[in-house]
């Protein structure tokens, strides 16, 4: 028999939005300037040049020098990568147990739900920051605590989404089906619900990547977060801060990069909820 | 001051692969129009329209006069300011359109209140007594998710006809409700012309269009192939689809070749018992199931036909009795849905969904292609996905998916009844066929207890009263 086809055809991969499309051509340029620069430009970012300090840009510094004489296009460069770095590192630390966690929970529902649930319940009645800095107390200008402070943050959001997002799924008649049909849970969780829940895991994604540079620029800018002379974002804005008179357009750089990373990742994430 | 509430001159849709044919019609006071037509055939976009909300990326044209008001079909926001005083929309599927954490009178009150433009304590009382006319007086303080599929059809009706619109458009009203509660939204629907309102109702349901009355419009694909007064459409189609789509009523169906000798039960059943949510839905059943034979299930929405239909399929606990399978079927209990895009994952092709299910138990890849030529189905359509199929295709296809299984015992939960009548003869016939063929026990749901009567070989009835227990009754088969 013929028939209408009402709705477009369903595409494997939703096509990007016009702000998406900005988000992620920013993210590329950032990318590609955090990767490209220390490649092109022989430039280390721990270099100190005590005769050339706080200069403006010019041809051979093409983003001038900081207050010890420091390339700002290499620190700036190493600085994104390091920021990039640490946001993929926690969100996929964040996400893998999160998605498993809130599966086996809205799947199993019961006693383990319950447990996973007060798990999770326990760790957000910290505030997301006061849990990092407990663990910065703990190991100071540690890389790892704050990784993992980061992580135990944001892998709560992927656990309740996924949950909430499970439970309707394995009572739904697709998933019945399947399992009559003699499919095991593999299976099941490959077709029925990861193709449901990826959309929101990767929107999650997206905004976490976002909170994770932010929460490390604003531990770095109080001082409690990496320690010079690492290249961070935060931290070289405080230590730019005291010569904003000076040199402001210096000063400019990490809050402008920091600016675009999570705009470019906020663009990405937002996406019409239809 | 004028003789008609709405004029609809060549009103046209185009856009996204969609096209409907330019189409007049005229509705004065006390007018019933139906629109009858497969899925697909464009029947809801009439409506929207005329509403002026038709999704993006169509189009109409044409004019339309309403009330001595004149618009332009195209100019969607137009009508905005209509809705509720001079247009109200029954919805789909209306427990949809309910918000699900308000009580019931509160929902009916709202438009009383912002519509009509009363007071809080009026609208109030007059929630209520709309409530009380439609046998709804008990249910005003329950939310939705209490309410069964008809009651939240009234109440959605109450709401919408709060502002005291003369002109009612019903889409599919009857969508997924049994018999007595269908007959009882025709009642409602037709209160309408009776006040001298007008009354434009989408249905694929041929009875529900013969209740109506009025003028019946036959659409196919988006282009009007009868129209004319009831009486004289539905008894006389003169087009060669109409005729079809009469013929698919029940009650004309021909009869299945008769069951053979009846042979071990697949599924036996004693003293079955459920209650749900303080509400027995029935004590003491018991049934059995052979090899090949049709059971149909009949009974009010909510009496627990889908429950006890997956009790024997082993998916849901019984209270007391026990179930017996068939031994040595692993697999060989199956189920149909109501809804087949929902019993699909809606992001794989058809192929790939197939192919799982093969390389998962080894199937025989040469009995597919005669078992699909045997449903119908084109192995075109194996390159899209399932909601890129109509839903008797898919239908189809879920078919043959627990056929591949060979299963001994088949729970078909109202297979059919989101299917137009052509599509829905067609499927069942081909189930009952494969079923008597294959030696597969089928339980069939229904809530049309013409179409039980037709094609099963016993029916069991379950009443929602709570002090009855189930019957098993034998039909005219014998």
Redesign the interface.
Known sequence: MSTLTLHPARRRLPALNGRQRLGATLLALLLAFAWLVPWLFDADPARQQLTRILQLPSLAEPLGTDHLGRSLLARLAAAVQLSLGMALLSVTTAAVPGVLLGVIAGWRGGWLDRVLGSLADACLALPGLLLVLLLVAIAPGNFWALYVGISLVLWIEYFRVVRARTRVLVTSPQLEASRLLGFGPLYLFRRHLWPELAPQVLTLAAFGAASAILAMAALGFVSVGLRPPTAELGLMMIELLPYYHEAPWAMAQPIVVLFVLVLSLNLLAGRDPR | MSTHLLLAEGIAIQG???TIAPFSYLLGPGDRLTLLGET???KSLIAQAIMGTLPK?LRAEGRLVIDGERFDAADNASRRALWGHRLALLPQEPWHALDPTMRAVHQVAESHRHVAGRGRRDAMYAAWADLGELGLAEAGTKLPGELSGGMAQRVAFAAASAGGAPIVIADEPTKGLDAPRRDAVVELLARTPEAAGALLTITHDIDVARRLGGEVVILR??QVVERGPAQQVLTHPQSEYGQRLLAAEPSRWPRPQPLGEQQAPVVNADGLAKTRGGRELFRDLSLTVSPGEIVGVVGPSGCGKSTLGDML?G?TSSDAGHVQRATGH??G???L?Q?PP???????RLSR?LD??IR??RLDRAKILPLMMRLGLDERLLTR?P????G??LQRF?IL??LL?EPCFLFADEPTSRLDPI?QRQTLELLVELARERHCGVMLVSHDPALVERICDKRISLDGTSSLTGRELDTAMA
């Open positions: 996204e692969g969609v697909g055939s464009g990326g694909q988006g399929l998916i692993p697999l209990f199956q189920k849905y809804d929902a019993a699909f994952s809606p992001h794989w969904l799982d299910l998962r138990h996905r909601g890129e199929i109509s008797g295709e879920a998916r627990v299984l599509t």
